[in-house]
């Protein structure tokens, strides 16, 4: 398990708001979205979304592009590549991680 797999570990099983963080992912795999069109997407709180994705784009998950409130937030690269691994943890528990 290499050290990006472990950190998907984390973020997507093992941490508080990991179910949260995989429903903005998905999300934005679709089509990339700015936190405002996700809050109303997902029905969520936009302070939530916000919260969220800050810790995904501090673990280089997303990438945003854009001033503050206008950011569009995007799949990294490094994300895409690793889908798979993702797909399996989620499998592994259910989709649901720690809430």
């Known amino acids: 398990m290499d050290s990006f797999e472990r950190l998907l570990w984390w973020l997507f099983a093992g941490s508080a708001g990991a179910r949260t963080r995989a429903l903005v992912l998905f999300n934005l795999k679709e089509q990339p979205k700015n936190a ?3 809050s ?3 029905h969520l709180d936009y302070t939530t979304v916000r919260h969220h994705l ?3 784009e501090a673990n280089k ?3 945003a ?3 503050k409130y206008g950011r569009v937030y995007f799949v990294s690269e490094v994300m895409e590549s690793h889908w798979s691994e993702l797909e399996g943890i989620l499998r592994k528990t259910d989709g649901k991680g720690r809430r």
């Open 36 to 38: 405002q069109q996700l």
């Open 40 to 42: 109303q997407a997902l």
């Open 54 to 56: 800050r810790v995904l």
């Open 61 to 63: 998950i997303v990438l």
């Open 65 to 67: 592009e854009g001033d």
